[in-house]
């Protein structure tokens, strides 16, 4: 085993170096949003009086519980605050895990870098260790800089403590799963899509145990992070069944890696056809993005299927508390409820899909930078038409993938409601009316692809900006202007409220203008 | 007849780097021009500019009569390339690419695929990702070779190609110009170089530093003469073009300017000569002299 690891300190070093920029902009946002929730809580909701107040409202709301979970100290600053971040946080580090471990590992090995660094005096799990060591490096920072960050605006020690484990053990058990699948397919993208999966499903879990069965809950490593408690009762125990989980998923994980050659996966690769019948660039970009855009839609079809089946049973889970029948009948009665759940889970579905329109035009960079836009656009096809043929699969794979789950969603819900006939069509249009808000984004990384294509990961940035502005926005009770940054403010809330198609007007508009600019300032500047 | 490519005081920068600085090139049409220098000359990056993936900052540029920049759909109908680094997508197998490139450059000629797929030894039916680096240099010849264009752009195409398949390329390049083509071949590989092309040009930090027929850079370098002669010369060292002199009793060791290489074999018979070994200036030494020399 040492010597399998022959070399593993110096990848560390390698990889925190390249990694200089990323893990801590990580560390920062993450770090960053904890202590300023914290902050605007305290100061938002200063008595327990209050508190209990906001509480019993969000508890009484079924999608927020299936978004955040239940709030398991409504008293404190730090249980609403613990209630609001721990899994969404615990989400995204674990996304961030899976990133890390994946550059360093096969995205290296599949690019060649990593047999460059293999014939050197370097041991053979080298790499993989490296590749979760940094992973965890970050976890760790995360959690530091959590723990730090809630107790410098004054949050109890101990649950300080316990909030930046529950994201940093999330961490670890992602990075455990990232080492396992960087294993498993000889494309980085793929193993990417695996473990990115994988976070997705223990998110979806979380979700389902919440407003469901209660002993889903310990099948997720995502409700680990909620069951630990910070600032309601620590249970410490908790983190020993994060930690063997961990410890069991990365020895999976070099075992595995010890068995089969550089460069390749568990599948064996297969011949191709000698003949090719790709017709021309939209071709291409098919066979390019195909991949990818069926297992967005058969993920979100899923995906839609498990919102539909839960909405109608979101009544039954709401008390039977005075102050819950008081909202309850604010938002319209049951119905106005059930169409809530499915308005608030149709949101945070346009804001995922607009995270694919943004890898989808991105793709037009990597072609780039990988060099094998040169041999295409040596050819007859122009620019525009090269660049039109990715973002053709950024426009319309955006809704097919809405589509997917709007027909999901409304057929599960309609099932269960015994009205498909009324439910699907208004279940559907829910999903459809995010489509041009994730034009919009798609439209943003355009130009910036055409604009300033060093700076593409950008886009990523101003997912994450509106991903916070509607997360945080009414918790901070932030300016109406601020809200309106993001194009998911105006988007109609449907089912139950009217459909205006004005502001859909307009955000295809922004849309189209930014695509332009991007497409005209590509036309003018150097490839590469 | 135009030539195909004529540039003229061609200037590209990257930030501080001045890439070309200033660059000529005249490829006449129908000819195979050798395209030399050092790495990081500039050869690719003028070829990018001819491909108007990039633009230049100063200078005139015309391919096949067009402008690189504007014209790009019809001149690329006209032209194929091959690049000196050639990625390929790694999920889709050699042969869909070589029908890909060739749709896309608006058709190729199904008997030469078939013919360079065999004279290359080449399997089409593996994945992007399975091919060597040799295989996905053969790859892109394929393609580029087997459609029916007027000027084939070839940036360094042999540099991974083992000496048999050198010789198939170095074949098929000859039928190419028996055909009517026109070829821009930047290489390093100088016996290549001398068995293929026409004329060639050097290229070195940005600018030409030399162009024309071998014969004509021949001409301006010098003729080692290595010679046993009657009697002890004396007066050799006088005569004009003559550098490096060595005399060992009656044996001569000298190189001399090609454009002088009469009035000093002239003296040489005076004196008598015993036997000679004179040789032309090598490719190497001829690209060692401008590759070295301080601009």
Known sequence: MREALLGAGELVKLALRRDRIMIPAWVYALTATAASTAYSFAHLYDTPQSRLEFAAGVASNASTLAMYGPVHDPSTVGGLTAWRLVAIGATLVGVMSVLVVMRHTRADEEAGRLELISAGVVGRQAALAAGVIVAAIASVAVGLGAAVGLIAVGMPAAGSIAFGLAWCTTGLFFAAVGAVAAQLSESARTANGIGIGVVAVAYLIRAAADVGPSWLSWASPIDWAQQLRPFAGERWWVLAVAIAASALIVWGGFVLAARRDLGAGLLPPRPGPARGDLRGPVALAWRLHRGTLLAWTVGFAVYGVAIGGLADGVTAIVGTSDSTRRILTEMGGEKGLVDAFLAAAMGILGLVVAGYAVQAVLRLRVEATALRAEPVLATRIGRIRWAWSHVLFAVAGSIAILTAAGLGAGLAHGLRSHDVARQLPRVLGAALVQVPATWVLAGVTLALFGLAPRFTAVAWGVLGAWLLLGQLGPVLKLAQWAMDLSPFTHVPKLPGSALSPAPLVGLTVVAALAAAAGLGGFRHRDIG | ?295
């Open chain 2, 1 to 295: 007849m135009a030539a195909a490519i004529a540039i003229q005081h061609l200037v590209k920068t990257f930030g501080r780097t001045r890439a070309l600085d200033g660059l000529d090139l005249t490829v006449e049409t129908g000819e195979v021009h050798g395209f030399l220098g050092p790495n990081g000359a500039g050869k690719s990056t003028t070829i990018r500019v001819l491909l108007g993936l990039l633009r230049a900052d100063a200078g005139v540029t015309r391919l096949l009569g067009g402008d690189p920049w504007r014209d790009v759909a019809t001149l690329h109908r006209r032209l194929a390339y091959v690049p000196g680094d050639v990625t390929l997508w790694p999920n889709l197998s050699g042969g869909e690419v070589i029908d890909l490139l060739g749709r896309l450059r608006g058709g190729l000629n199904e008997q030469r695929r078939a013919d360079l797929l065999e004279r290359f030894d080449l399997d089409p039916t593996k994945k992007g990702r399975t091919y060597s680096k040799g295989n996905r240099q053969k790859l892109a010849l394929v393609a580029a070779l087997a459609s029916d264009v007027e000027l084939l752009i070839l940036d360094e195409p042999t540099s991974g190609l083992d000496p048999i398949v050198g010789e198939a390329f170095r074949d098929c390049i000859i039928e190419e110009r028996a055909s009517g083509r026109t070829v821009l071949l930047s290489s390093h590989i100088l016996s290549e170089v001398e068995a293929l092309c026409d004329r060639v040009s050097i290229i070195r930090a940005g600018r030409t530093v030399d162009s024309g027929t071998l014969a004509d850079l021949r001409h301006l370098t010098r003729t080692s003469i290595d010679a046993e002669l009657a009697a002890p010369p004396n007066g050799l060292a006088a005569l004009p073009g003559v550098h490096g002199l060595d005399v060992e009793g009656t044996r001569v060791r000298c190189q001399v300017d090609t454009a002088q290489l009469g009035g000093v074999l002239a003296e040489l018979t005076r004196i008598g000569v015993r036997s000679l070994v004179s040789q032309p200036p090598t490719l190497e030494e001829l690209f060692l002299r401008h590759y070295q020399a301080v601009p």
